[in-house]
């Protein structure tokens, strides 16, 4: 049975196109998902995003519980309200998803997980829990809602619409978190743009919706998202790594840390076997539009795309591909679409960020 979030009715009544993503009914867009990605490009948009689990970690164990479990190392978490973007990995070092995590206090995190896969983390968690017998009590926060506003209107927007947040998150620096009253403003987002994520009880989040639509705040739909998290060259589970993959493989080195003397699930693995492919963009030269598992021949071997689409932004065909490590920036490639190889340019794995082209 699909899943629906608490702002299903509100979508609708907007004339959204519902289709199932990851188990829960979303809105795709509300009509045109070229202007819903200009929106958030050159204004601001708002995107439903309370299919995401929210997870609270809490207990005197907590450090060391997360230590052990996410491949980065939440010891660099020392302020309060700061974020910490890695993945939890199986023993074999491929990726079980991909999270934030926000250190609250000592002895609370609050760590986000996907929607698609949030049933399979809260088990994977709970079973290392038992297997550690450690004092750490997992609860996940179906309670609240999610509401991302992002571009680069997006803070004054929600000042406007939630003055008492100002003063507490006007200062907060890019992947830092408060709590101002009921509700949890975060600088994190997934377009490459300025803004906030805010986590509120469900109860509220459809007079924030309102107030956001009365302020001009344009909603937007799960295709937007997808084509503004290419463009700012954002991995998506799923489709650019999953259970399959290894994080050194997917761009996400930067999100391990095996410097540190902590063990955590799947570093012995990632230690046995480096990293074997890169994580690098595409500009096709050629005219036509790539996408996810098309084949792209290089001079050094075979790699695939794992993300594709037209950009808006930079009105041309953009992608994410593995590709063989001796591949270098800048060199020509082969991406087959159907019967034809065309030509590709290798490019760093970001695009577009706050609203600037950068290839």
């Known amino acids: ?155 004054e927007r929600v000042w406007q619409v939630l003055p008492e947040t100002r003063p507490a998150s006007e200062s907060l620096k890019p992947f830092y978190g408060v709590t101002v009253g009921d509700c949890f403003v975060a600088t994190t987002g997934y377009t490459g743009e300025a803004g906030f994520e805010l986590a509120l009880p469900a109860a509220q989040a459809e007079s924030l919706w309102q107030k956001l639509l009365d302020a001009g705040v344009r909603p937007i739909g799960l295709g937007a998202r997808d084509t503004l998290r290419l463009e700012a060259g954002m991995n998506l589970y799923g489709q650019d790594m999953d259970e399959s993959v290894s994080p050194l493989d997917a761009g996400l080195a930067w999100t391990v840390d095996l410097a540190a003397p902590r063990d955590f699930v799947g570093k012995a693995a990632l230690l046995a076997r480096p990293q074997q492919q890169q994580f690098l963009g595409l500009r096709l030269v050629d005219k036509g539009v790539l996408r996810a598992h098309q084949k792209v021949v290089t001079a050094h071997g075979d790699g695939e795309i794992t993300s594709g689409t037209f950009s808006p932004t930079l009105q041309q065909s953009i992608a994410l591909a593995r590709l063989p490590l001796a591949c270098a920036i800048g060199e020509t490639v082969k991406v087959q679409i159907r019967d034809k190889l065309l030509d590709a340019e290798i490019v760093k794995p970001c695009f577009v960020r706050n609203g600037k082209a950068l290839i």
């Open 1 to 155: 049975m699909t899943q629906k979030t608490v702002l299903n009715d509100a979508h609708r009544r907007l004339g959204a196109k519902m289709v199932d993503f990851g188990g829960w009914g979303m809105p795709l867009h509300y009509g045109s998902q070229i202007e819903e990605h200009h929106a958030v490009r050159r204004d601001c948009g708002m995107f439903d995003v309370s299919h995401m689990c929210a997870v609270d970690v809490t207990g005197k164990d907590a450090k060391a519980f997360l230590l052990r479990l996410i491949a980065n190392n939440v010891d660099k978490l020392r302020e309060s309200g700061k974020a910490l973007y890695s993945a939890m990995l199986n023993e074999t070092g491929r990726v079980v998803d991909d999270l934030i995590v926000y250190f609250i206090a000592d002895g609370r995190y609050r760590v986000v997980i996907n929607a698609g896969t949030a049933e399979k983390d809260l088990a994977w968690m709970a079973a290392r829990l038992a297997d550690w017998q450690l004092d750490v009590t997992i609860a996940a926060r179906r309670d609240l809602a999610m509401i991302a506003v992002q571009g680069p209107n997006a803070k």
